[in-house]
């Protein structure tokens, strides 16, 4: 009875023994911030673990907001967000924070006119639309770009986010950047007070406004409109033509933008110049101290940076994001030798 | 004597959560406390980039909705108590309890969905199909878009009639018989007898829309995905407009600026406050009800008898 005892406690110890070396050798890692790349963060997450079993990230899709709150009080290792920190947010941080572009979304006009597939926009006339002063599709303003197409005559119903999003941010800093009106009377934010419209919850909600009300019109995701197979509105560029949102045609826009990059990443592209670029693009960004508490999760998480850069990238496109440029991951590939690892 | 310490004291610890709560809001929405004072509950901009919050416009549609939703709910549920309670043959009660219940156990979002696909065309047809005259009414005007008031109240009411009418058929089943019998005795009709054990069981009716109401005023999934999210006070029931609970859940994890989360906040402080304030008046009219009841009842038993 009694060996038969030890012989129990010998075994239980081995397997807390091997309980124990199994998690020593394991290493969790915690994001929070932007659900607009979640889809493609969760993938990269999972397919990092594929590669490297030991290595498990946990990203909480909270918002950008969030995202900033919580890389600021430190309650996780990296934060994420659409629209980059303010210097306030970075002075308000116990240390310096870096930002790291990931990938790029568009954001795109969906509308619902009856018998009319296609439209031209330019940056005033969307500015005008949500601002209230065009309210009939027939007008003169939106005939003008639309030479050849018949606008019946009907009220204009503005749809937008009601939720705070990096969506809205992006579509917000294309308007504020072509029109001076929005930037003075709306501003440039993860929420603002509209001036005019209907308030959707998420894309889903929007575009469900749009589907069922004659006369709507609102902005979506494009990885969002693409996989839902809604047609939408092509924008002018800032050398003049009318782009349709593609993955190249975002990329092309990032290209132009990584000419002009800041060395802190904190770049806005919206309306770059330069010729097949479409207007309504932006980075999104990870966020990262550059001298992490944690130097043992700072030195995994690197190497998921390195991977991420280089062969995580191609996994963009599935999912409707369009992959960095290679000037801009050579030049992160730089800053990321900057956070400390030990 | 020990197990009532120590049931006093976990009873307490109630009253501490919700002290805590309370206290918590009030610490956290500091900053817009002391920016705004009093006119938060009376202006009605709210604009995140330039900084100014006013609660105005959405304490009015949390309201207006959950009165639209009880004024909509309530004839319904307490129809429902009262066919099951007293007229519903014995072999349909069960499935019609359990389907009525079942209304209460669908998560919210489902309600959401539900509404944006079916009710909200619905209603856009609806107020299309009106005659101009009608349209031209205050309570009915403005533009054709489905999303408004009177979509959020309907899904409000729909969610809210499971409680009310499960809670008003347990009171109704505990009236006690001799009331029915008393009832039938002095030679009252079927339809007498349930006005006389509607009467009886008043204040616990009361009490069942109350729990509705709450439960309207706390709402928030569902509202939010039907209402159209435009904070401004209007009458008309076609407004798109919004609740408090509605635009805590839609901009708080995107916030990132300290007043406007502080605001955010202070939205809540509000609702607790206003939830707080409806259950306390509708205690205060519950037992003012029941202490009226005894002298009362006396008097009214010769009127009944004329009856």
Known sequence: MKSMKRWQMAVAAGVLALGATVAAQKVQITGAGATFPAPIYSKWFSEYNKLHPNVEVNYQALGSGAGIRQITAGTVFFGATDGPMTNDQLLAAPGKILHFPTVLGAVVPVFNVTGVNDLKFTGTLLADIFLGKIVKWNDAAIAKVNPGVTLPNLDITVAHRSDGSGTTYIFMDYLGKVSPEWKKKVGVAQSVNWPVGLGGNKNDGVSAIVKQTPGAIGYVELVYALQNKISYGSVQNAAGEFISATIESVTAAAAEGSAKMPADFRVSIVNAEGKGVYPISSFTWLLLYENPKDKATSKTFMDFMTWMLTDGQKFAKDLGYAPLPAAVVKMEQDALKKIKTQ | ?307
């Open chain 2, 1 to 307: 004597m020990k197990f009532r310490l120590t049931t006093g004291a976990i009873a307490s610890v109630i009253v501490f959560i919700v002290a805590g709560i309370a206290w918590t809001l009030w610490d956290q929405a500091a900053l817009a406390i002391h920016k705004f004072g009093w006119q938060f509950w009376q202006t009605s901009i709210w604009d995140p980039v330039s900084g100014e919050f006013g609660a105005r416009p959405f304490i009015w549609g949390t309201l207006y909705s959950a009165i639209l939703a009880i004024l909509i709910s309530t004839p319904i549920a307490i129809g429902i108590a009262v066919f099951l309670s007293d007229w519903c043959p014995a072999s349909l009660r069960a499935p019609l309890v359990f389907v009525t219940e079942l209304l209460a156990a669908i998560p919210s979002i489902v309600y959401g969905l539900w509404g944006i696909f079916v009710l909200v065309p619905a209603v856009r047809e609806f107020q299309v199909a009106l005659p101009d005259w009608i349209r031209a009414m205050p309570m009915f005007s403005g533009p054709p878009v489905g999303v408004s008031m009177l979509s959020a109240a309907l899904v409000l009411a729909i969610m809210i009639i499971p409680y009310t009418s499960s809670i008003a058929r347990e009171v109704l089943k505990s009236v006690p018989a001799t009331q029915r019998e008393a009832a039938y005795a002095l030679g009252a009709t079927r339809w007498e007898a349930t006005r006389v054990a509607l009467h009886y069981a008043r204040t616990g009716i009361f009490g069942a829309v109350m729990l509705g109401f709450g439960r309207a005023l706390g709402e928030t999934m569902a509202v939010t995905m039907v209402i159209g999210n435009n904070p401004q006070v209007k009458w008309s029931l076609f407004a798109p407009q919004y609740t408090m609970a509605a635009v805590i859940a839609n901009e708080f994890s995107e916030a990132a600026d300290e007043l406007h989360l502080d605001a955010l906040v202070e939205i809540g402080l509000v609702l607790f406050a206003i939830t707080l304030i409806v259950n306390v008046g509708s205690r205060l009219l519950l037992w003012q009800m029941n202490r009226e009841r005894k002298p009362k009842q006396r008097a009214t038993a010769p009127a009944e008898e004329a009856a």
